[in-house]
Nanobody
Framework: QVQLVESGGGLVQAGGSLRLSCAAS????????MGWYRQAPGKQRELVAR???????NYADSVKGRFTISRENAKNTVYLQMNSLKPEDTATYYC????????WGKGTLVTVSS
């Protein structure tokens, strides 16, 4: 059973930074794609960033230039570095992995105050 555990969320002022981590229970080599999604209250879950096994990355337009996704295979962990945070980034952030089945973490809350 695959488990994904997110950490690193919290309260930060606008313009600040946070780094989210997603630790997998096993090797992440098995996953073709790993990514971060977010869901704000009353809104649908949306893709924030993803990284494929070859290292290519994709970002939502709203976070390009501010967020960076990376993976550290030796630690079975994927990161999301979030800089220049805005109040509209406030959401619960979920880690996702595909092999190609979908696996989800329980989420970590990010709150950006203005």
């Amino acid at each position: 059973q695959v488990q994904l555990v997110e950490s690193g969320g919290g309260l930060v002022q606008a313009g600040g930074s946070l780094r989210l981590s997603c630790a997998a229970s096993g090797t992440i080599f098995r996953f073709n794609v790993m990514g971060w999604y977010r869901q704000a209250p009353g809104k649908q879950r949306e893709l924030v960033a993803r990284i494929v096994s070859g290292g290519s990355t994709n970002y939502a337009d709203s976070v390009k230039g501010r967020f960076t996704i990376s993976r550290e295979n030796a630690k079975n962990t994927v990161y999301l570095q979030m800089n220049s945070l805005k109040p509209e980034d406030t959401a619960t952030y979920y880690c996702n992995a595909k092999d190609p089945m979908d696996y989800w973490g329980k989420g970590t809350l990010v709150t950006v105050s203005s």
